[in-house]
């Protein structure tokens, strides 16, 4: 009996809920840390990012009138599936990263109670954030969160998956919809974890992952109309400041790159950035010729 072959994996990009290749027909070959072919990740254009855009605006609405609990449902869902899958993403995360499997498996169980914990803040971020505001005058004057949009993230290019999450969850949790640019050096992880995407609940268009270039990707969404923020966070100080200028063309929100330790519990900095707050003011009314009010 013949060795068998191994059924090489072909990795595809996450757009709008399919798994299409670029449409530039180009890939690049992805390395471990020792210089070991892995596989070719798919080298997406700038038309796949327009395309990507589109998928998160159309999915933007539905996402964000879903209820906070129920986002939270889906979050969890993705835990879930990626505790099922740990294996694997130990696998890849080693390779990626050059880590032991003890370590690499260390960073897959933060990664998946990092969205764990993003799950749990949902429905209570809003609590923190928003409330009654006092005023002087026969008001009820309340502040509440609302997601910003369509929100481009520069995956880290060093933490291929925990720091990719730690960045990704934030976004969603909130009702936002993402773009995300993987690792260009350690993509993998990121576009594995767009088939748990795919099976845990969260609608189409949600999440878009694209591989490639970071320097020839971000571009054209750090200036792209209908991107209303950017998270630099994966990107290189001469890279961010170009973004950051392109961004100001439609006012963005923008995240500059700042060092941080992915292993550490995050803030809610992260959920706030991509949050405008809607404040209304009502007037009060009274109850009778005593002058009470509610």
């Not at 969603?172 to 992880?189: C, Y």
């Amino acid at each position: 009996m013949s060795d068998r072959l191994t059924v090489l994996k072909t990795y595809k990009l996450y757009v709008g809920g399919k798994f299409p290749r670029s449409e530039s027909g180009r890939v690049y070959e992805v390395a471990d840390s020792k210089g070991k072919w892995l596989a070719n990740a798919p080298l997406s254009s700038r038309k796949d990012a327009r395309d990507a855009v589109v998928a998160a605006r159309k999915a933007f609405g539905a996402w964000s009138g879903t209820t906070a609990y129920n986002r939270g449902q889906v979050l969890y869902r993705v835990a879930e599936m990626l505790e099922g899958r740990r294996g694997q993403f130990v696998r890849e995360v080693a390779e990626a990263e050059g880590l032991s499997k003890s370590k690499a498996a260390a960073v897959v169980d933060a990664t998946i109670d990092r969205w764990v914990w993003y799950a749990g803040w949902t429905d209570k971020i809003a609590q923190v954030v928003g409330g009654g505001n006092p005023v002087a005058g026969p008001f009820f004057n309340l502040s509440s969160p609302e997601p910003t949009g369509v929100v481009a993230v520069l995956a880290p290019q060093e933490s291929s998956f925990l720091g990719l999450v730690s960045v990704l969850a934030p976004v969603i949790a909130t009702g936002n919809t993402a773009v995300v640019v993987a690792s260009e050096k350690a993509p993998l992880p990121t576009l594995s974890l767009a088939e748990v995407l795919a099976t845990s609940d969260v609608p189409g268009g949600v999440v878009n992952v694209l591989s490639g270039r970071t320097a020839e990707i971000a571009p054209p969404l750090a200036s792209h109309q209908d991107v209303n923020a950017i998270d630099l966070a994966g990107a290189d100080e001469e890279l961010a400041k170009e973004l950051e200028i392109a961004a100001a063309d439609n006012l963005k929100r923008v995240l500059r790159p700042q060092p941080v330790d992915y292993a550490e519990t995050p803030g809610i900095d992260r959920m706030t950035a991509f949050l405008e707050t809607k404040t209304v003011w009502h007037p009060t009314g009274s109850l009778g010729a005593s002058g009470s009010s509610y």
